[in-house]
């Protein structure tokens, strides 16, 4: 696949752990804050998303919180399996301009040790 | 996955030639866009439509344009290629009024030598 990362910052959690993953996003203004995982040779996949007004949401295996006056988003992941190494990214996500289209951070590579 | 193919998937092509990437769709989702993807960089956005024969610039469009002469086909031109234009290329799809959850394709590697 290809090459997403060169530099990215990776977390390596072993199989069974709980896995978070941080993110700094700029713009104070987004509706939506959105995880997106990337595994190799792929093209992103949605995973979960939360509205700027929450501060907490939950899906299944997945937590995200979100943190507005520092803001700093997470993923957690509960239980990591295999399946879960790929990238991440956090994405801002904003209604109100035309194009409805997603800004995306830089990654975290998460690594998942059998 | 909306049924998004690209194609096509791997090209390699030479500084100055013309490149057209296409994206196609099954889900007559009204947005299309293009994204790029480099090393130590999220996706960028290039360009996106909101329907037939609307499209907008996105921030780093400079170097390519794009069309769109039916719902489910949204072609990006290069229209002569540098190596800075080598990357990864992205399509996604957004249906509107069903959640924040954009589609994407699953890519094409661009390498312009």
């Known amino acids: 696949g290809e090459s997403v990362g060169l530099h990215l910052p990776t977390l390596s959690v072993q199989e069974g752990d709980n896995s978070i993953i941080n993110c700094a996003y700029s713009n104070s203004a987004s509706d939506y804050f959105i995880w997106y995982k990337q595994e190799s040779g792929k093209g992103p996949q949605f995973i979960i998303d939360?509205?700027?007004?929450?501060d907490k949401r939950q899906g299944q295996r997945v937590t995200v919180l979100l943190n507005k006056t520092v803001k700093h988003l997470s993923l957690q992941i509960a239980a990591t399996q295999p399946g879960d190494s790929a990238v991440y990214f956090c994405?801002?996500?904003?209604?109100?301009?035309?194009?409805?289209?997603?800004?995306f951070g830089s990654g975290t590579r998460l690594q998942v040790q059998p | 996955d909306a049924g998004i193919t690209q194609s096509p998937r791997h090209k390699v092509t030479e500084t100055g030639t013309p490149v057209t990437l296409r994206c196609h769709q099954t889900?007559?989702?009204?947005?299309m866009y293009w994204y790029r993807q480099d090393p130590g960089h999220g996706l960028r956005l290039i360009h996106y439509?909101?329907?037939?024969?609307?499209?907008d610039k996105g921030e780093v469009s400079d170097g390519y344009s794009v069309s769109r002469s039916k719902t489910e086909d949204f072609l990006l031109t290069l229209e002569s290629a540098t190596s800075s234009q080598t990357s990864v290329y992205f399509c996604?799809?957004?249906?509107?009024?069903?959640?924040?959850?954009?589609?994407f394709g699953p890519g094409t590697r661009l390498t312009v030598l």
């Open positions: 939360i509205r700027s007004n929450m």
């Open positions: 994405v801002e996500f904003s209604l109100d301009t035309g194009r409805r289209a997603l800004t």
């Open positions: 996604a799809t957004f249906p509107t009024g069903q959640g924040n959850e954009q589609f």
């Open positions: 439509s909101y329907g037939v024969k609307d499209t």
């Open positions: 889900e007559n989702h009204r947005y």
